[in-house]
């Protein structure tokens, strides 16, 4: 059995993210491992590993030993109905294609992940996942999301694919969706990790945005091929959405929510982590508030500001923001003061307009000519005072 399919044989084997089964492959080579279950028991020194990993001795460790035993029966037994070879003729066939770590198409980061690691992922679209996610932020939510909530995620989508940062997500209900759509009105590919076969699209409502995404990104699948999604795989493609990713942005959260759960990852794996603050009295964004009162993410609130916080440092800088420039803004020192002492309602003098501006008489009518002719001062029978409708600009 080659080590391609080998990879394909575990995916059927064992569940994405079990650690055991990763750690078996790491030290034993995919090969070996199938190798390994299809005798039905471990090896003693694989053995003698669970054991210590989770620290029992006696007849605790007797108890550890039955569980890996069980764990092994129950992957001999789905070995007894994996077959390999028609999964790959049936994956190319959907259109998809396989990745393995080593390939040129890996992306290296998920070694990040140590013994959760996929042991392989199917592709199904036209772009290059590596290359991708060398520039890429996660955007993750809730799916029972506001219109507020709807609105950011598309901008940071759009606004993320318009600087060329490539949006991952979940492809989800919610924020998922509305990330990925903005992301595709910005021509940058856009990545949905699935918890399903990718050949498989849920939800069913989303299946023109899953095609939308196939022609401008990927979509992303540890799972074989025709695997329909259940909840705990759903917390479990979170990891991968973090760590293909440089940063995790929240945008409404619950306190309980699945995008926290991506948050706990993208901290695990020293990712950057943001949060969008939404309304004090929402409740879909109460996660959101959590993770910036602990100082766990960054408050953000422009997709620029994202880049600041993922980007090249010093080469990826949000414009500092700053509020309307009004026209008496552009005023010299001491015409800004003249036009501070020229009254609103009853007119003055230019004596007593120089006393309150604390300039000279010179300088109060060069300074009171040049504000007449921009239209903030009039001249009255008493003197001067601000023209109605435009008091000081």
């Known amino acids: 059995m080659s080590d391609r399919l080998a990879r394909v044989t575990l995916m059927r084997l064992a569940e994405p993210g079990d650690a055991v089964m990763g750690r078996l492959v790491a030290s034993r080579g995919p090969e070996a491992a199938v190798g390994q279950v299809r005798e039905g028991h471990p090896d003693p020194e694989f053995a003698r590993w669970f054991a210590a990993s989770h620290c029992q001795t006696g007849s605790r460790r007797e108890r550890l030993t039955d569980r890996l035993e069980r764990m092994f029966a129950s992957w001999a037994a789905r070995l007894e109905t994996a077959e390999p070879a028609r999964d790959l003729d049936e994956g190319e066939r959907a259109g998809a294609r396989l990745v393995v770590p080593g390939d040129r198409g890996w992306p290296t980061q998920l070694d990040d992940l140590g013994d959760s690691r996929p042991h392989a992922l199917w592709l199904h679209g036209e772009a290059d996942l590596r290359f991708s996610c060398l520039r890429s932020v996660a955007v993750v939510g809730s799916r029972a999301v506001t219109p507020y909530g709807t609105h950011v995620a598309a901008e940071f989508g759009a606004g993320l694919s318009e600087r060329g940062w490539t949006v991952v997500s979940g492809g989800a209900y919610g924020v998922d969706g509305a990330a990925h759509r903005g992301a595709l009105s910005g021509g940058t590919p856009t990545v949905a990790v699935l918890a399903c076969g990718a050949d498989v699209a849920y939800p069913s409502a989303h299946h023109s945005l899953f095609a939308a995404v196939r022609s401008q990104g990927l979509l992303v699948s540890e799972c074989p091929m025709g695997a329909h999604p259940t909840r705990p795989r759903f917390l479990v493609r979170n990891r991968l959405i973090a760590a293909l990713s440089r940063g995790t942005v929240v945008i409404e959260a619950a306190l309980r929510s699945g995008a926290l759960n991506t948050a ?130």
Do not use: F
């Not at 006393?355 to 009255?380: I, K, P, Q």
């Open 264 to 393: 706990g990852h993208a901290v695990a794996l020293n990712r950057h982590l943001a949060a969008v603050p939404g309304p004090v009295t929402s409740e879909t964004s109460a996660g959101c508030h959590r993770l910036i009162r602990q100082g766990t993410a960054v408050c953000v609130t422009t997709p620029e500001e994202m880049v600041e916080l993922v980007g090249a440092m010093g080469e990826d800088l949000a414009p500092e923001p700053r509020g309307p420039v009004l026209p008496r803004d552009r005023l010299d020192p001491e015409t800004r003061a003249v036009l501070e002492a020229v009254p609103a309602r009853s007119g003055a003098g230019p004596a007593t307009i120089a006393l309150a501006a604390g300039v000279d008489l010179e300088t109060v009518l060069s300074c009171l000519g040049g504000l007449a002719a921009a239209g903030y001062v009039e001249r009255v029978p008493r003197g001067w005072r601000l023209r109605p409708g435009k008091p000081g600009g």
